[in-house]
């Protein structure tokens, strides 16, 4: 999701100090949120499939996102801009977010989030492809340093290799179009018009999708495909509760990320984004015991190194897609 316009910045009578700790506290918040949703979504991925799970987070999801927009004031009327990039932008949104799930229903949070945070460097490959941005050295550089990251977690080629591995590099990729939908779109639309339209796309994509997989297949060796081709089937009690966490986890969540940027320039906030990975490094061990190997702390290391790099460079340059809207990679979770 994309944050309201940063000049109408809550709270701008305040000192500017005191904004932006508040913007950090909302980001801090928003990386504290997200990964439960996480946890929620993978103990999920057992029994629902990923379309069921994608169709009733975004419904319970739906009315405290039109809440926030109404707070914030951003939700009518609505600006569209351009219905091609908004819908480029909705349904690679969809498709990131559907395959990221898909990977963590295989493998760890802490794998899939280190691999997921390569999105700066497809976001720098596709803004010199479709933007005719130059990249310079440094950018080439941290382009080189995040995918050695990715392939120090992904090993293909190895034993150890897991294809899963690929579909939350998938969801990196997908992330960054809609990313560079999102600055194609500029000041033409905003934040309300942009998370309704998403959240409308994720319901009718997960009802097509459960009418396209449903009954293909029910019991596919791996989780991912699993995930995918499984029936819907009817919540129990307890199930209905976890949906409307969902809902109201990224609602919190959507929220949060845009108070952050509304309140602080990007530059300041955006680091702040890798809190994230304690937090699914934590939730991972606590909730299914597992801790990530040596060679995903490496990787890790070498993507936000990556992702930290372009961040900087970006904001030395001066560019005002960075300091005012940033790389963030939860942005549109």
């Known amino acids: ?16 100090g005191a904004t932006t700790l508040r913007g950090i506290l909302f ?10 949703q996480d946890v929620i979504i993978k103990s999920l ?61 295989a493998i760890g949070l802490a794998e899939t989030a280190a691999i997921t945070f390569s999105t700066p460097i497809f976001v720098t490959l596709l803004a010199a492809v479709f933007l005719g941005e130059r990249i310079g050295i440094w950018r080439w550089l941290a382009v080189l340093l995040g995918m050695a990251g990715v392939l120090v977690i992904v090993q293909p080629g190895a034993a150890v290799f897991e294809p899963a591995a690929l579909l939350a590099l998938a969801a990196a ?21 942009m998370t309704l339209v998403t959240l409308l796309v994720y319901i009718v994509g ?27 089937i ?19 969540g959507f929220f949060a990320l845009s108070q952050a940027y509304r309140m602080a320039e990007a530059s300041v906030v955006t680091p702040f984004e890798y809190t994230y990975l304690p ?15 040596m060679s995903t702390w490496i990787g890790l290391l070498l993507i936000v190194g990556s992702g930290l790099l372009i961040l900087f460079r970006e904001t ?16 549109q979770r």
Not at 27 to 36: K, Q, S, V
């Open 27 to 36: 980001l801090l918040l928003a990386t504290t949120i997200f990964p439960i």
């Open 1 to 16: 999701m994309t944050a309201a316009d940063p000049n109408l910045s809550a709270g701008a009578d305040q000192p500017e």
């Open 173 to 193: 990729l997908f992330y960054a179009v809609s990313i560079i939908a999102t600055r194609r779109l500029g000041n033409r639309t905003n934040g309300g018009t």
């Open 234 to 252: 009817a919540p129990a009690p307890m199930d209905w509760l976890a949906l409307a966490a969902l809902g109201v986890t990224s609602g919190i």
């Open 206 to 232: 997960g009802t097509v999708l459960g009418l396209v997989f449903s009954g293909l297949e029910t019991a596919s060796p791996h989780p991912s495909l699993a995930f995918l081709y499984r029936d819907w």
């Open 45 to 105: 991925s057992s029994d629902f499939a990923v379309h069921q799970i994608v169709f009733w987070r975004s419904v319970f999801a739906l009315p405290v996102a039109l809440a926030m927009a109404r707070y914030e004031g951003a939700l009518w009327p609505l600006k569209i801009g351009s219905w091609p990039l908004q819908l480029t932008r909705a349904v690679a949104a969809f498709s990131s977010y559907l395959v990221y799930y898909m990977a963590l229903a």
């Open 316 to 331: 030395m340059r001066g560019r005002r897609i960075v300091r005012r809207r940033g790389l963030g990679v939860m942005r």
């Open 279 to 293: 937090w699914a490094v934590l939730w991972g061990y606590v909730v299914f015991g597992v801790l990530p190997v």
